[in-house]
Structure formats: structure tokens, C-alpha cells
């Protein structure tokens, strides 16, 4: 079945120490998105591509990065992990252009632990 | 900005009770998108509607049923005849112009249906 995948669903790392956490789709939606989400909380945007343009929203820290090296992946790249970037990490993605806005499909998700 | 509420912050109810979930959103828009999103103990986000702005109509699937009101800015989602397995954290989402840029979600209601 199309859907969209992220790997690893666990991820244990240590303070300071770089992550990658990655998604990839069978979907083939021009879209993808990267989104934190703490405990008890709503996802929060951290940026998104559309296609190769890479949009980063405004109170995202500089520590995380993103790479889309074409459609079907896109990389969420964490340079120095704090105690506070501990949260699942969530994978969207979506169709977008022609009549408006369509709807974003979600992976699993990858739970980040930070030691 | 746009904005979207999710009063009840959780709800428990007995196996079979029927159970509303209540959303109000504020948009300065006309045109716009509301989405309902399930949210199981696994973690993955998973999608249940989407509805646009011109759309009023009711939509009922199975034993979910949402209702949107546009006089009142709310899109309220109804879980008829509960399961045990409709216990999750519910989303409601807005989102503006295209390609869920100005996507935000609200806060979510963490259902509790006990057997």
C-alpha cells in the first residue's frame, strides 16, 4: 500500500550528539512536512518542501535541518540534540496545487529519547 | 491568525454512550479547510475528514458524524455508539489558501471510552 514511512519508529541518542531521523513516501505528493510533537501536545511545524523549496517557519532552531534529496524522501537532520528536542517527530505529507489546499497524510512517527 | 479550539482538553465516556467533540476555529479567510485527525496511543496521526469552507453539509461515515457550522465557527465531530478502540487524542486542524500553509491544529481532547 502507498504510505508514508519513518525510520527508525525509536531512536535513542545523547546529548550533543548528531541525529537523522528519515521519512520517504510512496505517494508521490509533492509536499512533505516535518513536525515536532512534545507529550500532550499538538503537533508544531518545524518546516516543509514544496517540491525542492525548502520553507522554514520562523521559531524553528537553527539545529534542525532538513534535507530532500528528491521526492520520495526527506531527511530531518538534528545537529546538536538538547534535552529539549526529546518529542516524536512526525512525517506529512501532501498533494498540493490545482483546487486548493488537499490533506496531509501522516507516517508513524519517530520517538526521539535524548540521554 | 488563524486559530483553532478544542474546549474539553479530555472526556471519558462508558463503551456505547455517544460522545461530541467540540471545535471552534477563527479565520479571517473565506476560503478554508477543516480537518479531524485521530491520534491512537501508537502515535500515528490519522486522518478521518476534511471539509472546505463552501461546504456546510453534514457528513455522517459509519458511526462518526461531524457537523459544520459556519455561524458559529465550529466543526464538531460525534462518535456514536463509542468502542474501546475510539480512545485517542482528536485533532481538529485549520488550514488557509494552499497546501496547508497557516496549518495550524488544535490542541486536541484525549477521549477515554471505557468498557
Known amino acids: 500500500d502507498a504510505m508514508v514511512i519513518q525510520n527508525p519508529r525509536y531512536q535513542v541518542t545523547q546529548f550533543g550528539k548528531p541525529v537523522t531521523l528519515s521519512c520517504s513516501q510512496t505517494?508521490?505528493?509533492?509536499?512533505m512536512y516535518w513536525y515536532q510533537q512534545k507529550s500532550s501536545q499538538a503537533p508544531k511545524l518545524l518546516f516543509h518542501?514544496?517540491?525542492?523549496?525548502?520553507?522554514n517557519e520562523a521559531d524553528t532552531p537553527d539545529n534542525f535541518q532538513s534535507r530532500r534529496p528528491n521526492t520520495s524522501f526527506c531527511f530531518l537532520d538534528i545537529r546538536s540534540p538538547g534535552l529539549g528536542d526529546a518529542a516524536m517527530y512526525l512525517c506529512a505529507t501532501e498533494l498540493a496545487g490545482g483546487q486548493g489546499t488537499d490533506t496531509q497524510y501522516f507516517g508513524p512517527g519517530t520517538r526521539l529519547t535524548v540521554l | 491568525a488563524q486559530k483553532v479550539t478544542q474546549a474539553q482538553t479530555e472526556i471519558s465516556v462508558v463503551e456505547k454512550e455517544d460522545v461530541t467533540l467540540d471545535c471552534v476555529y477563527e479565520t479571517r479567510d473565506t476560503t478554508y479547510y477543516l480537518f479531524w485527525y485521530k491520534q491512537p496511543p501508537s502515535g500515528e496521526l490519522v486522518f478521518l475528514i476534511r471539509r472546505n469552507s463552501f461546504d456546510e453539509q453534514n457528513e455522517i461515515s459509519g458511526r462518526y458524524s461531524w457537523n459544520f457550522q459556519k455561524s458559529t465557527s465550529s466543526f464538531n465531530f460525534t462518535i456514536t455508539a463509542s468502542q474501546v478502540v475510539d480512545s485517542a487524542v482528536y485533532f481538529c486542524?485549520?488550514?488557509?489558501?494552499?497546501?496547508?500553509?497557516?496549518?495550524?491544529f488544535g490542541p486536541g481532547t484525549r477521549l477515554s471510552v471505557l468498557p
Open positions: 518542501y514544496y517540491d525542492k523549496d525548502f520553507n
Open positions: 486542524a485549520l488550514s488557509e489558501r494552499n497546501y496547508g500553509q497557516n496549518f495550524v
Open positions: 505517494l508521490n505528493h509533492n509536499v
